[in-house]
């Protein structure tokens, strides 16, 4: 069952759109773009294996597909400027997970919030939509679903952006000691202390640290994300996300290997001063990827903030030379 949004929810999330479609490349098989009304984002949901799972989509659906995964703690929201621009030359889907943005957020004691259950049902939606191959857009959260995607069939990965989404030890550094006791103790105690990480100073945090131009960050980015974050229970939610985060570094191995064996074309745009996926998460790789367009960006967390237009100029290249 498809459904769209209306009301005061929809209108909260849709945001304001700043960014127009990045001018197509001088050459010649680039698609003309596609009508306007298939551009316009629309605002669906779909139940999959019994939870509602919302999304945004645009673009022709006929036309080469672009995923979109969200990081902690934001949702499809934080994609509201690169949709129009991929749009007009792609089909582009950016769905919620589990416990965010308008998607379903059932109890954490009768729900498994993994990120291995969080790749099974996107890889559902797209099933329930028809898309078979996909390149995905890879942020925070969004590395570990997307990876697990990859891992399950390969072949319908057709590349990689990866943005600040970490697949290596070398990226996992201090910030996550905090993390990393509450994979060895999930006490209480130890959950307490990330119970800090859910509150409006660190969202702001997220967003603001390590940006040059903080003018450029709307207030409506983490006002938004924090009311969703209050929301009863959402907590104890994020709780299971940290505790499973911790079930990703068994896979990196294997997620390597992958790489190394696919060779999947891959565009990395990568904000250097991210305090929570430094830098050192983004060099390795250069050790496994061939096909590597890497950037590091003078910004931080949250790189589409402050670089959208460039990180949109860029996915836009890369998009119209892979093979779909």
């Given at each position: 069952?498809?459904r769209?949004?209306?009301?005061?929810?929809?209108?909260?999330?849709?945001?304001?759109l700043?960014?127009?479609?990045?001018?197509?490349?001088?050459?010649?098989g680039?698609?003309?773009?596609?009508?306007?009304?298939?551009?316009?984002?629309?605002?669906?949901?779909?139940?999959?294996?019994?939870?509602?799972?919302?999304?945004?989509?645009?673009?022709?659906?006929?036309?080469?597909?672009?995923?979109l995964?969200?990081?902690?703690?934001?949702?499809?929201?934080?994609?509201?400027?690169?949709?129009?621009?991929?749009?007009?030359?792609?089909?582009?889907?950016?769905?919620?997970?589990?416990?965010?943005?308008?998607?379903?957020?059932?109890?954490?004691?009768?729900?498994?919030?993994?990120?291995?259950n969080?790749a099974?049902?996107?890889?559902?939606?797209?099933?329930?939509?028809?898309?078979?191959?996909?390149?995905?857009?890879?942020?925070?959260?969004?590395?570990?679903?997307?990876?697990?995607?990859?891992?399950?069939?390969?072949?319908?990965?057709?590349?990689?952006?990866?943005?600040?989404?970490?697949?290596?030890?070398e990226?996992?550094?201090?910030?996550?000691?905090?993390?990393?006791?509450?994979?060895?103790?999930?006490?209480?105690a130890?959950?307490?202390?990330?119970?800090?990480?859910?509150?409006?100073?660190?969202?702001?945090?997220?967003?603001?640290?390590?940006?040059?131009r903080?003018?450029?960050?709307?207030p409506?980015?983490?006002?938004?994300?924090?009311?969703l974050?209050?929301?009863?229970?959402?907590?104890?939610?994020?709780?299971?996300?940290?505790?499973?985060?911790?079930?990703?570094?068994?896979?990196?191995?294997?997620?390597?290997?992958l790489?190394?064996?696919?060779?999947?074309?891959a565009?990395?745009?990568?904000?250097?001063?991210?305090?929570?996926?430094?830098?050192?998460?983004?060099?390795?790789?250069?050790?496994?990827?061939?096909?590597?367009?890497?950037?590091?960006?003078?910004?931080?967390?949250?790189?589409?903030?402050?670089?959208?237009?460039?990180?949109?100029?860029?996915?836009?290249?890369?998009?119209?030379?892979?093979?779909?």
């Amino acid at each position: 069952m498809f459904r769209r949004f209306h009301g005061p929810l929809a209108a909260a999330l849709a945001g304001a759109l700043f960014l127009s479609a990045a001018p197509a490349p001088a050459q010649t098989g680039v698609a003309p773009p596609a009508p306007i009304e298939t551009q316009r984002t629309q605002y669906l949901s779909a139940v999959v294996d019994g939870v509602e799972i919302a999304y945004r989509e645009a673009g022709d659906p006929a036309r080469p597909t672009i995923l979109l995964l969200h990081g902690f703690p934001t949702s499809s929201h934080m994609f509201r400027k690169l949709i129009p621009a991929l749009a007009e030359r792609y089909h582009v889907l950016a769905p919620d997970y589990p416990g965010f943005g308008a998607s379903a957020m059932p109890p954490a004691e009768s729900f498994e919030y993994s990120f291995a259950n969080t790749a099974r049902l996107m890889t559902a939606l797209l099933d329930r939509k028809g898309v078979d191959r996909f390149a995905v857009y890879l942020m925070d959260y969004g590395a570990p679903v997307g990876y697990r995607m990859f891992a399950a069939a390969p072949e319908r990965v057709t590349g990689f952006v990866i943005q600040n989404g970490n697949a290596y030890e070398e990226g996992l550094r201090e910030f996550w000691d905090p993390i990393r006791a509450y994979w060895a103790d999930p006490s209480p105690a130890n959950g307490n202390v990330l119970r800090g990480f859910l509150t409006l100073d660190t969202t702001k945090w997220q967003y603001t640290h390590g940006v040059q131009r903080p003018e450029l960050v709307s207030p409506d980015t983490f006002w938004h994300v924090q009311y969703l974050l209050d929301r009863p229970g959402n907590q104890e939610v994020q709780l299971e996300y940290f505790l499973d985060y911790g079930t990703n570094l068994a896979e990196y191995a294997t997620w390597q290997t992958l790489f190394r064996e696919h060779q999947p074309p891959a565009l990395l745009v990568w904000g250097r001063n991210d305090h929570i996926f430094p830098a050192d998460g983004a060099h390795p790789y250069k050790r496994d990827l061939r096909d590597l367009e890497f950037h590091l960006l003078d910004t931080g967390h949250f790189a589409l903030e402050e670089y959208g237009p460039f990180i949109a100029e860029r996915m836009l290249a890369f998009l119209d030379r892979i093979e779909h």
